[in-house]
């Protein structure tokens, strides 16, 4: 199968009216020497073959259980979700540059922008970035953009990826990164905030809640941060929303995160999007695409790409950012998700969430040979215990039993030896829980 | 008008909703508790269903109309592969999950790296990026800390006034200076202007081929000879690639670092903007600056390498667009080198048949042949103060989305057409009519048809200006 659509006689007609004999004079401009050889590549399968053929691969992933989450999380995907995103009008689309023959996805965007700001309670969202990473890394840049001064800090609780990207993103920049230290409960010191951020600080990279499952006291922190006219960069679990403090509520200025966890499926880690969400000052440096309001001829209403003497088409190597193809897809399923729970809804899910993670959490740390790292701290839907026990044989047994069991924080620096953090959705049942605390209570 | 989801909202049962099957135990302190309203519209699901239906209805896509948008490769997404990619035994991986527990998604970027190598001549490929700018970006990111590894200092990006513009922003956003570079006429490179701009800081110099008016780049031999000599790298913008594949390889042309997107010449849907992957290429010695893990292959079982200490680090959490790179690997698998080679040669084809038509009609800054597109510009043939974006968009009354406009920004009123090998004579035989019909006729004889349109579409023209001006960038 080559998809190509034109017989014999098509091509001979279509090479009679360009004026030449065959396919190759088309190419006469490559010289011969730097010609290919036959590309040494397998294919030539049918459709029927093809699926076999995956479905072979396919075989080779396990389906597991999940308590793992570390920033990709098991959550359930509506079916609305499936139906909308599958509409081949939405996915063979392009990027909406004819707005009058993009209203779907336009409007779509504009929707999703507003849903991100209700969320988030920022001013301003542009219409997605590549993942949580990278929208954390676009945020640093951002906040570089509108200082003066180069001094990046980043709290030791923002997902170690998240961190690399960052870096790579502002490897030839000027800029400085320094990363916060967590206290021994887990989040952020104010005081260790205080003496870190001095006059050159542009701004502070904060995660709630952070990677370790702790919800930091943002609110202590921001006025920290404020006080030395920094910036405040937020990267936060757009579900914890539901029940946390919004960005807004603790005056960040830019509010960043990973949209997985709204209606697209972990796939690995990827495709999902990133979210940008920031206070109305910063909207003409924002990265990426916005969408915005406006009327045609007839006064109706409509949507079209705006703010763009921000971006690469037009502005080149002065743009806010490089990018142009961004998530698109994605961030229709997550307005497709976002739409249909009500704010009842909604703060139902994040509940559930926070109840079904202090079910396995009370059970698990009363278990002999394991304990609450942190103890007494607020956390949504994951948390960290230590054990006496050998790690790697837990997650053999669990695996064994087809679960996914908790990431192993051996790596994660000085202080998680012997830790392991644990992530409960919505989607684990009771039933689910409580075998996977049997499984523990016999290792 | 379709109403805004904010309008549909009402006191009904929404559409979604979870059942707690432990004792709900969700106390959080006041300091940490939301205080301000979610402000999420409650709405129900057969109202959400036709709402986003609807929506669906207004746009243009490739699975409704022929959409010939220069540079971006438009063609036909095979349904097979969306049914793969939906098979939850993909979908359901974490990917934290322990590598003997994935290996199949291991296997298939291992091969699919190994099968773009072939295509593009490289030695070896990272499929991490997210799109092609990121490509772009991770591709000059590798050329910048390849110099530092070897202790030269150079800080300039030579792109030529024919780039996209992802090109220049990608540099600037590596921490490179811009040299930019005057083009001839057909979007080729000047040798002597080369010459003068290649000084000792150049580290790379970025190159479309066949570039964006659709020409082979002629004296490529002798691009690549020049900026070597002067200890340069040569970055392939793999946007064009769908007019050589099994033609010509971009490493044999003696590229040093390239991207591709798999979401133009793989055939993987382009989703509204996204997602979408930008897989880069690299020759051998740039290797140990690409981004981490490394999927590798140890006997029989494939595994993630993270020890790389030469590596540029992350360009995103975890991989990849995995989806992407599954629905770009079935492509390949279902074409083979022989039908990847046939792709470009009828991509090749479709698009001179479209030139041989318009040719003697309206004017072609760079000449009668191309390769997989090729641009108009229609400008001496324009009265009563009518522009091409008039022409677009009396395009789409005709039920066709727009070629790429004003792009490349070398010429004069540009209109970029690229048919790509996945459509009919006979599609491409009614469009070439229309466009003349629009240029030939109704532009001089009824330009007022041309200045209202569109007029068949979802909305009329839409006021741009009014909306930077003013800008209402979400429900009120």
Redesign the interface.
């Known amino acids: 199968m080559d998809y190509t659509s034109q017989n014999q006689k098509d091509k001979k007609q279509m090479l009679e009216s360009i004026g030449v004999g065959n396919i190759d004079e088309l190419f006469k401009s490559i010289p011969n020497h730097l010609k290919a050889k036959d590309l040494n590549i397998s294919g030539g399968k049918t459709e029927q073959e093809l699926l076999n053929y995956f479905l072979n691969i396919a075989s080779k992933n396990k389906k597991l259980i999940s308590f793992r989450g570390a920033g990709i999380y098991d959550h359930f995907i509506p079916s609305l979700v499936g139906e909308v995103v599958g509409r081949s009008e939405f996915w063979t689309a392009y990027t909406p540059y004819q707005a009058e023959a993009s209203q779907g996805t336009l409007q779509v965007v504009f929707e999703y922008q507003s849903l991100i700001c209700a969320l988030t309670g920022m001013d301003t969202s542009n219409a997605s970035l590549y993942d949580g990473a990278t929208a954390a890394a676009e945020a640093a840049l951002l906040a570089l953009r509108v200082s003066s001064k180069n001094r990046i800090l980043i709290s030791s609780g923002v997902h170690p990826e998240y961190i690399q990207t960052v870096r790579t993103y502002l490897a030839n920049s000027k800029a400085k990164i320094e990363i916060i230290p967590l206290s021994g409960n887990g989040r952020l010191d104010k005081k260790t905030v205080d003496s870190l951020i001095d006059d050159n600080t542009a701004v502070v990279v904060i995660q709630s809640p952070n990677y370790f499952g702790v919800v930091e006291d943002m609110d202590s922190l921001s006025s920290a941060i404020k006080s030395k006219n920094s910036l405040f960069v937020a990267i936060v679990n757009p579900l914890s929303l539901g029940v946390f403090k919004s960005p807004r509520e603790y005056n960040a200025d830019i509010a960043v995160g990973e949209g997985q966890v709204l209606g697209s499926s972990m796939s690995a880690g990827g495709a999902t999007f990133g979210f940008m969400a920031v206070k109305k000052s910063l909207e003409w440096k924002m990265p990426g695409r916005i969408v915005g309001q406006t009327t045609d001829r007839d006064g109706k209403r409509g949507f079209v790409l705006t703010l763009q003497s921000r971006e690469q088409h037009i502005r080149r190597e002065k743009a806010t950012s490089n990018i142009c193809t961004n998530a698109s897809l994605n961030a229709l399923a997550a307005c497709v998700f976002l739409s249909g729970w009500g704010n009842a809804g909604f703060s139902n899910l994040a509940e559930t969430n926070i109840s079904k993670a202090r079910y396995a959490f009370t059970k698990i740390k009363s278990l002999d040979g394991f304990k609450a790292k942190f103890e007494n701290e607020t956390f949504f839907n994951e948390f960290v215990i230590e054990t006496s026990k050998n790690i790697k044989k837990i997650n053999k047994v669990l695996l064994k039993n087809n679960i996914l069991g908790p990431l192993d924080l051996s790596n994660a620096g000085d202080g998680f030896k012997n830790c392991l953090l644990f992530c409960v959705t919505e989607q684990r049942t009771e039933a689910e829980i409580d075998s996977l605390v049997e499984l523990l209570a016999k290792i | 008008?379709?109403k805004?989801?904010?309008e549909l909202s009402s006191e009904c049962q929404?559409?979604?909703?979870?059942e707690?099957?432990?004792?709900?135990?969700?106390q959080?302190?006041e300091?940490?508790?939301?205080?301000?309203?979610?402000?999420?519209?409650?709405?129900a699901?057969n109202d959400?269903?036709r709402h986003?239906?609807n929506?669906?209805?207004?746009?243009?896509?490739?699975?409704?109309v022929f959409?010939p948008?220069g540079s971006?490769t438009?063609?036909?997404?095979?349904l097979?592969n969306?049914?793969?990619a939906g098979?939850?035994?993909?979908?359901?991986?974490?990917?934290?999950?322990?590598i003997?527990?994935?290996?199949?998604?291991l296997?298939?970027m291992y091969e699919l790296e190994k099968?773009l190598c072939?295509?593009a001549?490289m030695d070896t490929f990272s499929l991490q990026q997210?799109?092609?700018?990121?490509g772009?970006?991770a591709g000059l990111?590798v050329i910048?800390?390849y110099f530092k590894s070897i202790k030269q200092k150079r800080r300039k990006i030579i792109?030529p006034d024919s780039a996209?513009?992802?090109n220049?922003?990608?540099?600037?956003?590596?921490?490179?200076e811009?040299v930019p570079l005057k083009s001839e006429p057909d979007g080729s490179v000047s040798l002597d202007k080369l010459k003068e701009v290649l000084t000792p800081e150049v580290a790379a110099m970025m190159l479309t081929v066949p570039n964006t008016l659709g020409?082979?780049e002629?004296s490529?031999?002798e691009v690549s000879k020049l900026v070597h000599d002067n200890g340069s790298l040569l970055y392939y913008d793999g946007a064009n690639l769908n007019a050589?594949?099994?033609?010509?390889?971009p490493g044999?042309?003696g590229f040093d670092v390239m991207h591709i997107?798999l979401?133009k010449t793989f055939?993987t849907?382009?989703?509204?903007?996204?997602?979408?992957s930008g897989p880069i290429g690299v020759k051998s010695f740039l290797e140990p600056f690409l981004?981490v893990p490394r999927v590798e292959k140890k006997k029989d079982k494939y595994v993630l390498n993270y020890k790389k200490s030469k590596s540029?680090?992350?360009?995103?959490?975890?991989?990849?667009?995995?989806?992407?790179i599954?629905k770009a690997y079935?492509y390949?698998?279902?074409?083979?080198?022989?039908?990847?080679?046939?792709?470009s040669?009828?991509a090749?084809?479709?698009a001179?048949?479209m030139?041989?038509?318009f040719k003697d009609k309206v004017d072609v800054p760079a000449g009668d042949?191309c390769m997989h597109e090729f641009v108009l510009s229609p400008k001496t043939l324009l009265k009563n103060d009518i522009r091409t974006i008039d022409i677009?968009?009396r395009l789409?009354d005709y039920g066709y989305?727009?070629p790429?406009i004003y792009?490349p920004l070398i010429v004069d009123e540009a209109i970029m057409i690229e048919p790509t090998?996945?459509?009919?004579?006979e599609?491409l035989d009614k469009f070439v009519n229309v466009v003349n019909k629009i240029i030939l006729e109704e532009s001089c004889q009824e330009p007022q048809k041309l200045k209202?349109a569109?007029i068949n579409?979802?909305?009329?023209?839409?006021?741009?200006v009014?909306?930077?001006r003013k800008?209402?960038?979400?429900?009120e």
């Open positions: 008008m379709e805004l989801l904010n929404p559409a979604y909703g979870v707690c099957d432990v004792a709900i135990n969700a959080v302190p300091n940490l508790k939301r205080s301000i309203p979610l402000g999420l519209p409650s709405i699901e959400l269903l986003f239906t929506l669906s209805r207004k746009n243009y896509a490739l699975s409704t959409y948008l971006c438009m063609k036909y997404n095979p097979i969306e049914r793969i098979n939850d035994a993909f979908n359901n991986v974490h990917p934290y999950q322990p003997e527990t994935m290996q199949g998604v296997e298939v099968d072939e295509v001549g997210a799109a092609g700018a990121h772009e970006f990111l910048a800390e792109v996209h513009g992802t220049p922003a990608s540099a600037a956003f590596a921490g490179f811009i020409i082979f002629k490529i031999d050589v594949m099994g033609i010509v390889r044999d042309m997107n979401h055939s849907p382009h989703g509204g903007g996204g997602p979408g981004p540029i680090g992350k360009l995103k959490a975890f991989f990849g667009n995995f989806p992407v599954l079935a390949v698998k279902a074409l083979g080198g022989k039908g990847l080679k046939n792709v040669e009828q090749v084809l479709n001179n048949y030139l041989a038509k042949r677009a968009k789409l989305y727009a790429t792009f090998e996945t459509e009919s004579k599609t209202d569109p579409a979802p909305v009329r023209r839409l006021n741009e009014e909306a930077a800008p209402i960038l979400k429900w």
